[in-house]
């Protein structure tokens, strides 16, 4: 059984192409739907809206796999516009298209910076979401600390006559004092 028992035919010359160019565009939008939920997701952590953290993050998860689907749905065109001679899946790229469609060399090449600029974006973008999320999870870790050891009386606050204070105020939340 092969690994491209799935992929249809090849097509050939434009239907081929138009194909691609299809799915190249539904990956597009598919990473740009994804860097959308990633900026909600920010401005739900900066606000501290945890409704709406949650909410974005299940969005996240959808768009990960809309993501992840229009991936394999590239790679099926690519394979589709390839005749198959034994190549792995693994090998499957805008490069060996190039050697069977050397006169679509720049459309390829464009597509392919594109497609590499973008998931270098997400990435970067899921590196800073995650970085913030690990901020505002010790901010909060640290509230939590703060709010244990007012009720327990082991943090004590004294004035400058040496005589007991109540908690001092001036807490932020999930930002750098």
């Keep these: 059984m ?18 691609l160019s299809e799915k190249v565009n539904v990956l597009k939008q598919a ?18 809206d945890a409704e709406r953290l949650i909410q974005t993050t299940e969005k996240n998860v959808a768009e990960q796999q809309n993501f992840f689907n229009a991936e394999q749905g590239l790679i099926k065109a690519l394979a589709g516009c390839v005749p198959y001679n034994g190549h792995q899946k693994k090998s499957i790229s805008f490069e060996l ?3 069977h469609q ?28 995650f970085e913030l999320l690990q901020f505002a999870q010790s901010r909060n870790a640290d509230m939590m600390r703060s709010f244990y050891e007012l ?19 001036g807490m932020a939340i999930n930002q750098e004092v």
């Excluded at 092969?2 to 194909?19: H, Q, R």
């Design 2 to 19: 092969s690994e491209f028992e799935n992929i249809p035919e090849v097509l050939t010359g434009k239907d081929a192409f138009e194909n």
């Design 31 to 48: 990473g740009d739907q994804l860097l959308d939920v990633m900026e909600d997701q920010v401005e739900a952590v900066i606000s501290a």
């Design 102 to 129: 050397p006169g679509k060399a720049s459309q390829l090449d464009l597509w392919k910076q594109e497609i590499s600029d973008m998931i270098d974006l997400l990435q970067t973008r899921q590196g800073q979401l």
């Design 151 to 169: 009720q327990t009386g082991a943090h004590v606050h004294y004035r400058n006559n040496g005589e007991r204070a109540g908690p001092v105020s």
């Design 97 to 99: 298209l190039k050697v």
